[in-house]
């Protein structure tokens, strides 16, 4: 396979750590016509998702991961940032695949699965595969955030020296905010989303909680769609090789993808 690093505005060339900037996946062999749009999660970057893109190309699936704006930046960027500018990052990426790909399945990872869900209602997905998503979070503040934010700048959360470089270790309340939003545009478009759609979600996760991810599940209109919950060893970021089960995961989505083909 074959990694391109690859740049959608900008502000992409601004991103000082190449893992974090957006890329192209393109595998040696595709198979079908299917591709993958892989959205990362809030204060992440696209760096999260380059595990999944290894091996979606070993299964002949081609992806682009996006750059969500303010991320891989400074979390002072992230605190300007709306949740409608993440969408239309999304909307890029998806114009992008088109132009090789008939058909296109977002597979986004927590707040990357709600800004999938969002984008959905106007530039619609062949599919989506939602990560962790969710409805609430476990951070208690967090339905104050709209009104927090104008005391409190930053929630300060704890992060190894390792993953400094790729995850912000103060999270904007601002963003929280825009998730709030988001959260709340999201939810009552859910049973208008009849395409077809994996869910998977984790009892060990302490970021969000899980119980809202089965409540997407349930929300969701689409007569084709699928759950998937793991036990307490299994954190919220699903993609990297802190979950002992990423490779159940990684099986999960090629599986549902090959299913998009005819």
């Known amino acids: 396979m074959t990694f391109i690093p690859t740049e959608f505005s900008?502000?992409?060339s601004t991103v000082l750590?190449?893992?974090?900037?957006?890329?192209?996946?393109?595998?040696?062999?595709?198979?079908?016509?299917?591709?993958a749009l892989l959205i990362h999660g809030f204060t992440g970057t696209p760096r999260e998702m380059a595990p999944l893109a290894d091996h979606l190309a070993t299964k002949g699936i081609p992806s682009i991961a996006v750059r969500l704006p303010g991320h891989g930046t400074s979390p002072e960027d992230l605190a300007e940032r709306s949740f409608e500018e993440w969408v239309e990052t999304v909307k890029q990426g998806q114009k992008n695949l088109k132009t090789e790909n008939k058909q296109v399945v977002a597979v986004g990872l927590s707040t990357g699965a709600m800004v999938a869900l969002a984008t959905h209602r106007s530039h619609p997905f062949e599919g989506l595969a939602l990560l962790s998503p969710y409805l609430r979070t476990r951070y208690l503040l967090a339905p104050m955030a709209g009104l927090l934010r104008h005391f409190i700048r930053y929630q300060n959360r704890e992060v190894s020296p390792a993953e400094q470089p790729y995850y912000y270790s103060k999270r904007p309340l601002n963003g929280i905010h825009q998730i709030n939003r988001l959260i709340q545009r999201v939810k009552r478009e859910l049973p208008s989303v009849t395409i077809p759609t994996l869910v998977a979600c984790a009892d060990g996760d302490q970021t969000v909680v899980p119980e809202s991810?089965?409540?997407?599940?349930?929300?969701?209109?689409?007569?084709?769609?699928?759950?998937?919950?793991?036990?307490?060893?299994?954190?919220?970021?699903?993609?990297?090789?802190?979950?002992?089960r990423q490779k159940e995961v990684f099986a999960l989505v090629s599986h549902f993808i090959e299913t998009m083909n005819p």
């Open 10 to 12: 900008a502000e992409d």
């Open 213 to 244: 991810a089965v409540e997407i599940y349930h929300l969701i209109g689409s007569q084709k769609k699928e759950l998937h919950r793991f036990g307490a060893e299994v954190p919220h970021v699903l993609t990297t090789a802190v979950n002992p």
């Open 17 to 35: 750590r190449p893992e974090n900037r957006p890329f192209i996946c393109r595998p040696e062999n595709r198979v079908g016509d299917t591709a």
